[in-house]
């Protein structure tokens, strides 16, 4: 099922396969997808200020991201560029490279991918009107860039649309007719999810205009969900969803739970918020139950040990799950010693390959250190269930 490689370089992307890459930046999350028909999608692409990152330190992440794609898609464009929610290691972040100017904004992260690789349509879980939802903090720095980002794409008359929670028409194929057993279906966005019936949607929110601000939602239970199925595969990716309810004060605010109950068994799931101490909760592993979780890790704190042990299912008598990480820092591994053993990697690129019609898949792990996209480790094949 699993075996070291002795570095082969990624095998291109052929038509009628499904590519899922969890990109390494080493300072935030990025996802590129390339869909059978070539439909090429990027969901992030986060900075941070505080942390080097690149291989060399030479280009910024949204520049690396952008070569990524370039090379592992057959596009110079991309069909679809997708913030789940408004936070700088998932938007970009501000930064010291006054050299790095767009049109009235600084160029990072999302805007930085969309100089390279220019998108077709950016969707936001709110632009223009964010109602009672506004990104949180207000009047942050990398808000202010991001959404001056939206401003000048709008002026130049390019896409910019907000979320449809519960749609499988908003994010489709070039040609659906094509792949027929294949959907991208929006389950969260801004506390709404979907009911599972048709493209209806519930809000999980009480009346906003009725809480106190300590009790307002954050910026994190405002993202993106969503479930990627192609024949029998499905896939499950929520940004920061997460299940803290501040010791149950209010329950509501665990938005996590009842979106994986309306995705269900998944093969592959993105741990939430990184893995972080308030997400991946037991409902949302016992619901998704998946075969691969991917922690997109990046911080000293990516992942917390009941996480990670919840995901691996590192109990005695429970199922054994794999558990993929793009990079976990050493001492994010002194902690999680007695799992890190467990792991299936630590460190790279993790590209989830799925077979032509979507019957089973491969996981495969590239070297994130230099862009040469060296084959590591391959894991697999996986039947879907």
């Known amino acids: 099922m699993s075996r070291e490689t002795t570095s082969p370089v990624f095998p291109k992307w052929r038509p009628g396969t499904l590519d899922i890459h969890h990109i390494d930046t080493g300072c935030g999350n990025s996802t590129l997808i390339v869909g059978p028909d070539g439909t090429t999608i990027i969901i992030d692409c986060g900075t941070s200020k505080d942390i080097p990152s690149g291989q060399d330190g030479s280009r910024r992440p949204g520049e690396l991201v952008a070569r990524y794609a370039l090379r592992n898609s057959n596009s ?5 560029l997708i913030a789940t929610h408004i936070h700088p290691d998932h938007v970009g972040d501000v930064h010291s490279d006054t050299s790095a100017m767009g049109d009235g904004f600084q160029l990072t992260g999302l805007s930085d991918v969309d100089r390279l690789m220019r998108a077709s ?11 009672l939802r506004p990104p949180l903090p207000p009047s942050a720095p990398f808000a202010d860039n991001y959404i001056e980002w939206l401003h000048t794409k709008r002026r130049k008359w390019r896409a910019v649309t907000r979320i449809d929670v519960g749609s499988t028409s908003q994010i489709r194929l070039r040609r659906p007719q094509d792949y027929p057993t294949f959907s991208i279906r929006t389950l969260a966005a801004n506390g709404s999810v979907w009911t599972g019936t048709g493209e209806e949607s519930r809000s999980l929110f009480p009346d906003l205009s009725t809480l106190p601000p300590e009790a307002l939602p954050d910026e994190n239970k405002c993202s993106m969900a969503f479930l990627v199925s192609y024949g029998l595969f499905r896939y499950y990716t929520g940004g920061d969803l997460n299940c803290d309810t501040q010791d149950g004060r209010y329950p509501w605010m665990d938005v996590e739970t009842p979106v994986a109950r309306v995705a269900g068994k998944v093969d592959v799931a993105v741990a939430n918020h990184h893995g972080y101490f308030d997400a991946c909760g037991p409902g949302f592993a016992a ?3 998946a075969t691969n979780y991917i922690i997109p890790a990046w911080h ?3 992942p917390g040990m009941a996480q990670l042990q ?9 199922r054994r799950h794999n558990v993929f990480a793009t990079r976990m820092l050493p001492e994010n591994c002194l902690i999680n010693s007695r799992f890190t053993a467990e792991m299936r990697s630590r460190q790279g690129h993790v590209v989830v390959r799925v077979e032509p019609g979507g019957g089973s898949y491969r996981i495969l792990v590239l070297d994130s250190s230099n862009e040469q996209d060296y084959v590591t480790a391959e894991f697999g094949p996986y039947m879907c269930s």
Do not use: C, E, K, S
């Open 76 to 80: 110079t464009m991309l069909d679809y």
């Open 121 to 131: 349509l950016v969707i936001d879980r709110g632009y223009p009107n964010y109602a």
């Open 287 to 289: 619901l998704l139950d």
């Open 300 to 302: 000293v704190t990516h």
């Open 310 to 318: 919840r995901m691996l299912g590192a109990w005695p008598g429970v």
